[in-house]
């Protein structure tokens, strides 16, 4: 501790004692010692702001403050500066009190001399320093506890989500398959293409959710990067809007439309299809059959727009702050199937892109989804 320079402040409006310190200081510190000195509280803390010190010598009657109330303020306002006391007289039972507000020791005055100087403050720092150790452990172990137990909390979420969302298609594929085994040959051909449509309905539920889970679990370990290749935005658009519209089986018209030049961009395919494939199905299963859904794209000022707009149940005010929580789905939502992964995997397909989210709703009126991303113009 002695090798290195010790900043010490000292607040202290006697000039008496002030100069009784600096003389100790000055042959107990060798030049390794380093002692600044105001007369006032308020002083004191305004240098601890504008410094670093390592230890405050804190007299406890001052012109701004008196006793107890004195090392309140200080360790308040400047809570990582260790302080010592100190008291005209050895008031044992006022030092206590000033050291459970915040000080780690006290010094008598007239008791004061080299060894006992040196002692305290290097002691004084040395528990500290020990403190903050412990503290930043303490800070550490909790991190670690909370995320232990969000960890948990998740893994419980998705058992419980993944039993139920499986549940359904698993029943319909056992009760399906009894019913093609035990009454084929009375099933009618219009019955068991009927009994087939529902089976692949369940089996493809089952493995969009398979698909979710595995790519919101690669977005979280870094496994997806963001690769821009040049690509015809308006024509990827378009035959996304097309395809959506051919799974929907047209109950929903989508009206399309492209501002700017959208031809030779640079962006990252996949994780664009993420994006706007979640955003369309949402906005295509939360719209009652036959509501109008506007995509609208937007070239301009090196920045791309994609704004889709529907006119579906909207999200309720209160539930908008956890619309990217994973698992996470809103009360409005009724029979609706659907696991809370959607847009926590748009948003975080967004970062990877360098864009911006932004939704707007009312509840039985619609919602807006807004995402703008960088535009890059390709050369090819």
């Known amino acids: 501790m002695n090798e290195l320079l010790i900043h010490a402040l000292l607040v202290e409006d006697s000039p008496s004692d002030a100069e009784l310190f600096h003389r100790i200081f000055l042959r107990a510190g060798s030049g ?33 403050s008196d006793g107890v109330d004195t090392v309140t303020q200080f360790c308040t306002s400047i809570p990582d500066v260790p302080v010592v006391i100190l008291t005209a007289f050895d008031d044992e039972e006022l030092a206590l009190q000033a050291m459970s507000k915040g000080a780690q020791d006290y ?44 960890l948990n909390q998740l893994k419980s979420t998705f058992i419980s989500m993944v039993s139920h969302e499986f549940r359904n298609p698993l029943t319909t594929l056992r009760l399906t398959s009894q019913l093609l085994q035990d009454f084929e040959d009375k099933l009618t051909p219009a019955k068991k293409i009927k009994c087939f449509e529902q089976m692949n309905t369940s089996i493809h539920n089952m493995t969009q959710l398979l698909d979710e889970v595995m790519l919101l679990g690669k977005t979280e370990v870094g496994q997806f990067q963001y690769e821009p290749t040049p690509l015809n ?39 664009l299809r993420h994006i706007l494939t979640n955003i369309l199905s949402n906005a295509l299963k939360y719209s009652p059959d036959g509501k109008k859904i ?6 301009q000022d090196n920045t791309t727009i994609f704004r889709i707009q529907d006119q579906g149940i909207g ?21 609706i199937e659907g696991t809370g992964l959607g847009l926590a995997i748009v948003n975080r397909c967004v970062e990877l892109s360098g864009g911006e989210i932004q939704i707007d709703s009312e509840v039985n009126v619609g919602t807006t989804v807004t995402v703008s991303l960088p535009l890059s113009t390709s050369a090819g």
């Open 107 to 150: 010094l008598v005055k007239d008791q004061v001399n080299i060894q006992v100087l040196r002692r305290t403050i290097c002691y004084t720092i040395e528990r500290s320093q020990i403190l903050k150790r412990l503290k930043e452990s303490e800070a550490a172990i909790l991190q670690s506890f909370y995320k232990e137990r969000e």
């Open 233 to 271: 935005l308006e024509k990827f658009c378009r035959s996304l809007t097309e395809a959506m519209q051919l799974g929907d089986n047209n109950k929903h018209p989508i009206s399309f439309s492209c501002q700017g030049n959208c031809t030779q961009v640079e962006m990252d395919e996949g994780l």
């Open 294 to 299: 506007r995509f609208s794209l937007v070239c």
């Open 32 to 64: 390794k010692w380093n002692l600044a000195h105001v007369e006032r509280l308020g002083k004191a803390i305004e240098s601890c702001r504008e410094r670093t010190f390592d230890i405050a010598l804190l007299d406890l009657r001052l012109p701004d």
């Open 315 to 335: 999200i309720p005010a209160k539930e908008r702050n956890r619309l990217f929580e994973t698992f996470s789905r809103c009360s409005n939502v009724g029979r």
